[in-house]
């Protein structure tokens, strides 16, 4: 049973900076690919980054480019999302998830595990 658990999340001022974490467990971690994805209250599920099973690729959606930086420590099994800058519109639940793949994508679809996601909330 794959478990991934997202912590970090919380209030913070708009220009702030947070650290989001999510911890793994029940897949060879090493082996596959991590994603955040975020879903603010009314709007759809978005692709925020992903990173490859060895760190060597990873990919961003246009919102966050320049601000967020996926990283992942493969020893604790764990994928981080290191936010800076942070805007009104990064308000939103943040969700971890896994692909059974090594390739990266921005598709929801191809993920087959999800966190329970941690709230960002963003006060100007």
């Known amino acids: 049973q794959v478990q991934l658990v997202e912590s970090g999340g919380g209030l913070v001022q708009a220009g702030g900076s947070l650290r989001l974490s999510c911890a793994a467990s029940?897949?060879?971690?090493?082996?596959?690919?991590m994603g955040w994805f975020r879903q603010a209250p009314g709007k759809e599920r978005e692709f925020v980054a992903a990173?490859?099973?060895?760190?060597?690729?990873?990919l961003y959606g246009d919102s966050v480019k320049g601000r967020f930086t996926i990283s992942r420590d493969n020893a604790k099994n764990t994928v981080y999302l290191q936010i800076t800058g942070l805007k009104s519109e990064d308000t939103a639940v943040y969700y971890c998830a896994t692909r059974g793949s090594r390739y990266v994508s921005s598709s929801a679809s191809a993920y087959d595990y999800w966190g329970q996601g941690t709230q960002v909330t963003v006060s100007s």
């Open positions: 990173i490859s099973w060895s760190a060597g690729t990873s």
């Open positions: 029940g897949r060879t971690f090493s082996s596959y690919t």
